[in-house]
């Protein structure tokens, strides 16, 4: 059975830097497609960065030069890290996984990525 698991969130003060690891379980993710996603309250989930089997990464303009997400595929880990954080920030943080070669654009992902996580939550307070 597959898994994924996010872990590190928390609460932090605006500036601050924070790490999440997104654990997956239940097969290899060297070929896949995998992002982070998240959803404030009140909103719908939008896509955070995605990153492709080749190591190649993409992200939101609203946190670009601030978060960084890579791949561990001997640990069979991705991480998303958060520099920089705001407020706006605040959100439950998914993270996602597909093998599909078709599914790596960060908004097909979105809509059809086949393996979630649970999300962990983020609060960055002013």
């Known amino acids: 059975q597959v898994q994924l698991q996010e872990t590190g969130g928390g609460s932090v003060q605006a500036g601050g830097p924070l790490r999440l690891p997104c654990a997956v379980f239940g097969y290899s993710t060297a070929s896949d497609c995998m992002g982070w996603f998240r959803q404030p309250p009140g909103k719908e989930r939008e896509g955070v960065a995605v990153i492709d089997d080749d190591g190649s990464a993409s992200y939101a303009d609203s946190v670009k030069g601030r978060f960084t997400t890579t791949k561990d595929h001997a640990k069979g880990t991705l991480y998303l890290q958060m520099n920089s954080l705001k407020p706006d920030d605040t959100a439950m943080y998914y993270c996602?996984?597909?093998?599909?070669?078709?599914?790596?654009?960060?908004?097909?992902?979105?809509?059809?990525?086949?393996?979630w996580g649970q999300g962990t939550q983020v609060t960055v307070s002013s």
């Open positions: 996602a996984a597909d093998p599909r070669p078709w599914a790596c654009p960060i908004e097909t992902l979105r809509t059809r990525g086949k393996y």
